[in-house]
Antibody
Framework: QVQLVQSGAEVKKPGASVKVSCKAS????????INWVRQATGQGLEWMGW????????GYAQKFQGRVTMTRNTSISTAYMELSSLRSEDTAVYYC????????WGQGTLVTVSS | EIVMTQSPATLSVSPGERATLSCRAS??????LAWYQQKPGQGPRLIIY???TRATGIPARFSGSGSGTEFSLTISSLQSEDFAVYYC?????????FGQGTKVEIK
């Protein structure tokens, strides 16, 4: 069965960076783009960008251009999302999800940005 | 960027009643439209993809329709477990975009 296991919660100071991992199993990791979606508390879903695990190609929402980097390690079927220059508004749960539409989601990683 | 607009923001419905949620795209997304359900403290769950295809394990009381710019999600007879927030999402264009959500609450 498809599983996406994300890294644990993080607490960061403003200006720092965070790197969230997403380990995939139960399907061919290189067969589907990995998307990252975030959700601030009480808010809606916000798509951040995608990465093709086969080629490493990426595409980011304009809002995150210059601050987000999506990478992967195919040998361990793991995708990464790094967000830099963190600010309080980046406090959110971050999800990974493969495909065009998202029938499988990671469990979410809470990133808290606080001084 | 395609803007997805959902209406209403909140829908108050009694159990057993029918609920219809709307989603409008600022430009055509063909049938590349998905609906998700999210309950408090949980991640989103895919309900519909391709505008009208139910995802695996989704009960038949959920149905989706529409194409182009106008879409709807209908829950024919609301059960207690259906009270949640529902989001639409287009996957026709980059960037992918979500609607702001419709909360279906108990009347």
């Amino acid at each position: 069965q498809v599983q996406l296991v994300q890294s644990g919660a993080e607490v960061k100071k403003p200006g720092a960076s965070v790197k969230v991992s997403c380990k995939a199993s139960g399907y061919t990791f290189t067969g589907y783009d990995i998307n990252w979606v975030r959700q601030a508390t009480g808010q809606g879903l916000e798509w951040m960008g995608w990465m093709n695990p086969n080629s490493g190609n990426t595409g980011y929402a304009q809002k995150f251009q210059g601050r987000v980097t999506m990478t992967r390690n195919t040998s361990i079927s793991t995708a990464y999302m790094e967000l830099s220059s963190l600010r309080s508004e980046d406090t959110a749960v971050y999800y990974c999800a493969p495909g065009y539409y998202f029938d499988y989601w990671g469990q979410g990683t809470l990133v808290t940005v606080s001084s | 960027e395609i803007v997805m607009t959902q209406s209403p923001a909140t829908l108050s419905v009694s159990p057993g009643e029918r609920a219809t949620l709307s989603c409008r795209a600022s430009q055509s997304v063909s049938s590349n439209l998905a609906w998700y359900q999210q309950k408090p403290g949980q991640g989103p769950r895919l309900i519909i993809y391709g505008a009208s295809t139910r995802a695996t394990g989704i009960p038949a009381r959920f149905s989706g329709s529409g194409s182009g710019t106008e879409f709807s999600l209908t829950i024919s007879s609301l059960q207690s477990e259906d009270f949640a927030v529902y989001y639409c999402q287009q996957y026709n264009n980059w960037p992918r975009t979500f609607g702001q959500g419709t909360k279906v609450e108990i009347k």
